[in-house]
T-cell receptor, first 111, second 114 residues
Framework: GQSLEQPSEVTAVEGAIVQINCTYQTSGFYGLSWYQQHDGGAPTFLSYNGLDGLEETGRFSSFLSRSDSYGYLLLQELQMKDSASYFC????????????FGGGTRVLVKP | GAGVSQSPSNKVTEKGKDVELRCDPISGHTALYWYRQSLGQGLEFLIYFQGNSAPDKSGLPSDRFSAERTGGSVSTLTIQRTQQEDSAVYLCASARGAGTNEQYFGPGTRLTVT
């Protein structure tokens, strides 16, 4: 089976930096993805790490350490519109493209 | 271009009734997924279609749940004899193909079983 752990909620102020950690246990691993979901909206893809290291996309960066079964999403220069839930997801298991999601981290950005 | 569409957006049904949820993936996407999301929870994988291959049904919670994909495009998720615990948002996603990292999600169908 597969399981992912991430904090349930994080609060920060505009302009701050937030790091959302994700640890996983999986029987097969093809990569770690991050998705953003605003209340009432559909999840949207943010980033993917298939290899160890840091991937940077604008204000958002994602990191993976396969030896530690650990990754994180870094949100920089927080803006009010970043208030949303963020999910880590692992590709693995019976079908290589199936995603197993964590429970999500709700980020609340305050002025 | 058009994204993933789902219908209906909301469905209220009585316990014991059957429901059908529809998903129209992005044109040309060969991979299609169904997920379920309960309030405040993560997404739970249900079923995965890839091209003409046999679907991965490993996430379907019971034999009351089934799905089909016709012509490699539109998919229908059917829940028979609905139960209150089936109440959730059902999300469909598509991707360009197997091994593609990015999945594109539809807006979901909110199912309420009374």
């Amino acid at each position: 089976g597969q399981s992912l752990e991430q904090p349930s909620e994080v609060t920060a102020v505009e302009g701050a930096i937030v790091q959302i950690n994700c640890t996983y246990q999986t029987s097969g691993f093809y990569g770690l993805s991050w998705y953003q979901q605003h209340d009432g909206g559909a999840p949207t893809f943010l980033s993917y790490n298939g290899l160890d290291g840091l991937e940077e996309t604008g204000r958002f960066s994602s990191f993976l350490s396969r030896s530690d079964s650990y990754g994180y999403l870094l949100l920089q220069e927080l803006q009010m519109k970043d208030s949303a839930s963020y999910f880590c997801a692992v590709r693995g298991g019976g079908a290589g493209n199936k995603l197993t999601f964590g429970g999500g981290t709700r980020v609340l950005v305050k002025p | 271009g058009a994204g993933v569409s789902q219908s209906p957006s909301n469905k209220v049904t009585e316990k014991g009734k059957d429901v059908e949820l529809r998903c129209d993936p992005i044109s040309g996407h060969t991979a299609l997924y169904w997920y379920r999301q309960s309030l405040g929870q993560g997404l739970e994988f249900l079923i995965y279609f890839q091209g003409n291959s046999a679907p991965d049904k490993s996430g379907l919670p019971s034999d009351r749940f089934s799905a089909e994909r016709t012509g490699g495009s539109v998919s229908t998720l059917t829940i028979q004899r609905t139960q209150q615990e089936d109440s959730a948002v059902y999300l469909c996603a598509s991707a360009r193909g197997a091994g593609t990292n990015e999945q594109y999600f539809g807006p979901g169908t909110r199912l309420t079983v009374t």
